[in-house]
Structures are given as structure tokens and as C-alpha cells.
């Protein structure tokens, strides 16, 4: 079973950067999401990166700002989020997908971190 | 874009069983996922594939697809099953679509 911790959440000014870290365990198999929820509101699906790394899809909303990569040396999958805005404050996920994700997020999300927060303020 | 609908918010007494409606369009098509989310928790998986059961969810828990509704059943309800239910899909036009969720209350 996979194990997943998320880390790098915090406050930052609009227009800002952030990295967020995933640490799993056991996940070179397999696809890995990041998914967000702001606060008192439902899901919202954010990028999905390949097992092996070479394929990236994100959405709408976040493609061009964000950016997802893995290394599976040291098993942890990052999210870098440039040009924050305050509709990105959330609680940010990682997820993993039952298979490779090689196609994108036509999966369900099998295993779920607790969570870290993003806060966008000035 | 792709929509799917659920409830805000469904109400059953402990020991009755609780259902809990997702619709949306071309649902033959489409294979539906759902999540339980306990305040100040992360999201679960508890039913893939329409009615899928990962191996730690109690028997409980079952979903089915008609083809226009989707439903998580939940039978003999507990208070420890309160808490939101959110359905997925993955549409090709629109990637993942979450529905807006729905607030388990038991009574």
C-alpha cells in the first residue's frame, strides 16, 4: 500500500512561488495527483504525473503556473506553483493513481495524503 | 463541461440505509467513483469503478450505475459514516469532474 505525506504549505504573497513535496513509499509503479480543496468547498483535480516521470497533464486552471515532477530516487513528487493568486489557497492532496497514468486522470485517486495548506494573502 | 449532481445534504437514522444519488449525462459511458471526506480528514476512496469496494471499506458501502444515476448505498448506517460524499468521473472533454458533494447527517 502506498503512503503519502505532503509538505511545503504555507502563506505567500500573491504573484509568489511555492514548492510542495509528496513522500510516498512504494510509489514507483504508479501515477501520482495532486488535488486540492478550498477551504469549506469540494474537490478540485490539479496535475497527474507518470510513473516514470515523461508524462504531465494538468488542469486548465493551474496549466502554465504549475508544474509537476517526480524523483524516484529519492520518492517524492513536487508540485511548483508560480504566479499564485488567492482563488489557489487550498488544502493540496497528493494522490495515487492505480495505475502508471500514462493517458492522464482517467483514474480514481486509490491513496491520499493528509493534506498540506496553501494560504495566497498579502 | 461535464456536471454531476448531488444533494447537499442526505439525513438517515442510525441502523437504516442511506443512498446517495450522482447524476449526470451519458452516465452508460461513464465509470463512477466515490470518496468520503470526515471533517479534518483527507478524502477515501470507497467505491471505484461503480461499484468497486477497495478492500478496507466495510460491506456496507456499495454502488451501482443505471445509466443516468449513479448511487453509493450505504446499509445499516453508523454514526462513525457521517460525513461528505463526493462522486467522480473522468469525461474526455473536461478531465476530472468532481460532484459539488453531499453532507451525511446521521439522525
Known amino acids: 500500500q502506498v503512503h503519502l505525506v505532503e509538505s511545503g504549505g504555507g502563506v505567500v504573497q500573491p504573484g509568489r512561488s511555492l514548492r510542495l513535496s509528496c513522500a510516498a513509499s512504494g510509489f514507483s509503479a504508479y501515477g501520482i495527483h495532486w488535488v486540492r480543496q478550498a477551504p469549506g468547498k469540494g474537490l478540485d483535480w490539479v496535475a497527474v504525473?507518470?510513473?516514470?516521470?515523461?508524462?504531465?497533464y494538468y488542469a486548465q486552471s493551474v496549466k502554465g503556473r504549475f508544474s509537476i515532477s517526480r524523483d524516484n530516487s529519492k520518492s517524492t513528487v513536487y508540485l511548483e506553483m508560480n504566479s499564485l493568486r488567492p482563488e489557489d489557497t487550498a488544502v493540496y492532496y497528493c494522490a495515487s493513481d492505480p495505475g502508471i497514468a500514462a493517458a492522464g486522470p482517467t483514474e480514481y485517486f486509490q491513496h491520499w495524503g493528509q493534506g498540506t495548506l496553501v494560504t495566497v494573502s498579502s | 463541461s461535464y456536471v454531476l449532481t448531488q444533494p447537499p445534504s442526505v439525513s438517515v437514522a442510525p441502523g437504516q440505509t442511506a443512498r446517495i444519488p450522482c447524476g449526470g449525462n451519458?452516465?452508460?459511458?461513464?465509470?463512477v467513483h466515490w470518496y468520503q471526506q470526515k471533517p479534518g480528514q483527507a478524502p477515501v476512496l470507497v467505491v471505484y469503478?461503480?461499484?468497486g469496494r477497495p478492500s478496507r471499506i466495510p460491506e456496507r458501502f456499495s454502488g451501482s450505475n443505471s445509466g443516468t444515476t449513479a448511487t453509493l448505498t450505504i446499509s445499516g448506517v453508523e454514526a462513525g459514516d457521517e460525513a461528505d460524499y463526493y462522486c467522480h468521473v473522468w469525461d474526455s472533454s473536461s478531465d476530472v469532474v468532481f460532484g459539488g458533494g453531499t453532507k451525511l447527517t446521521v439522525l
Open positions: 451519458n452516465f452508460e459511458t461513464k465509470r
Open positions: 469503478d461503480d461499484s
Open positions: 504525473i507518470s510513473h516514470d516521470g515523461r508524462n504531465t
